[in-house]
């Protein structure tokens, strides 16, 4: 259900304009309206009319905490938030003479099980589409999204578990933002052959991974320490053929099934692991 809160809510300032022939005074109007759209358990997105001027930028805040500064579009989407919880906020634009600003507020959604029972493969951008059209939250068995289609995974911003693996491979995204919800997967999580992509910050609220972490063959990827606040994490860890320099997750975690890490050529550290003592299977850290 779509839920849209509209705010109309104007901030005008006058601008007082001097002028060496009249001296008279101008009045001018620099306003704008925010809409709350598409809000669920644990996302919301606002839009905004742009004001009249050149070089307008953003401000961007959310209880009283500035997500974003000098923001040139007029969309946002938050994600990874709390159900059933009131969020207040504000932008503030500029056009570096004049300033308005204006309030919204909204409320996030209960938090209800929207499943699907089935295998689901995602082969191309137009079944990634149409898949979040039905904004499943839980996949009870596993998701494949492979293919060079796919460049968009924003229609996956509902989901946020799912239960067996996780395979995610060959797409032409440039982030992985629309998994920013995701927070389980309860088997293996496959991240492979993604051109584009330089980091996993849009998978900081994956907290359990309950198979293997595996990457390779990501080959601009700089930065996996997005995965930072992944728990209890016991399965093997392969990064193989990435351009990270530092390395610095899994602390938390005791034991692990095997580590590899191999033909990441920028790698210069590995503070992570701090917690490991134990590794069932194999430990192989070469070409680094």
């Not at 295998?119 to 996949?139: A, D, K």
């Not at 799912?162 to 032409?172: A, D, K, N, S």
């Not at 900081?204 to 997005?226: A, P, T, W």
Request: proline residues 1%; aromatic residues 12%.
């Amino acid at each position: 259900m779509k839920t849209k809160i509209f705010l109309a809510l104007f901030f005008a300032i006058n601008l007082l304009s001097c002028s060496k022939d009249s001296g008279d005074d101008e009045n001018t109007t620099f306003t704008f309206q925010v809409e709350v759209q598409n809000v669920t358990d644990r996302a919301a997105t606002i839009t905004w009319t742009r004001p009249e001027g050149s070089n307008i930028s953003y401000q961007i805040f959310l209880n009283n905490e500035m997500i974003e500064d000098n923001f040139g579009l007029t969309a946002y989407t938050f994600s990874g938030l709390s159900s059933e919880t009131t969020y207040n906020g504000k932008i503030t634009a500029t056009d570096g003479n004049q300033i308005a600003t204006v309030e919204y507020f909204f409320n996030t959604n209960e938090y209800l099980a929207n499943t699907n029972n089935s295998n689901v493969y995602l082969y191309t951008q137009e079944q990634v589409n149409e898949f979040g059209t039905h904004h499943y939250n839980e996949l009870l068995y596993n998701l494949t999204v492979v293919g060079s289609e796919i460049y968009d995974l924003s229609p996956l911003i509902d989901l946020k578990k799912v239960h067996g693996y996780f395979e995610l491979g060959h797409t032409q995204a440039q982030t992985f933002e629309g998994l920013n919800n995701l927070e389980f997967v309860g088997n293996n999580l496959k991240i492979y052959y993604n051109r584009e992509v330089k980091n996993l910050n849009s998978l900081q609220s994956l907290n359990h991974i309950g198979g293997d972490l595996i990457f390779y063959s990501n080959l601009v990827l700089e930065d996996i320490n997005g995965l930072q606040n992944l728990r209890d994490f016991e399965g093997g860890f392969q990064l193989e053929g990435s351009k990270i320099t530092d390395l610095n997750i899994l602390n938390d975690s005791v034991k692990l099934k095997n580590l590899y890490i191999a033909y990441n050529t920028e790698l210069k550290t590995i503070e992570g692991f701090q917690s490991l003592t134990e590794i069932e299977e194999f430990l192989d850290i070469d070409y680094n």
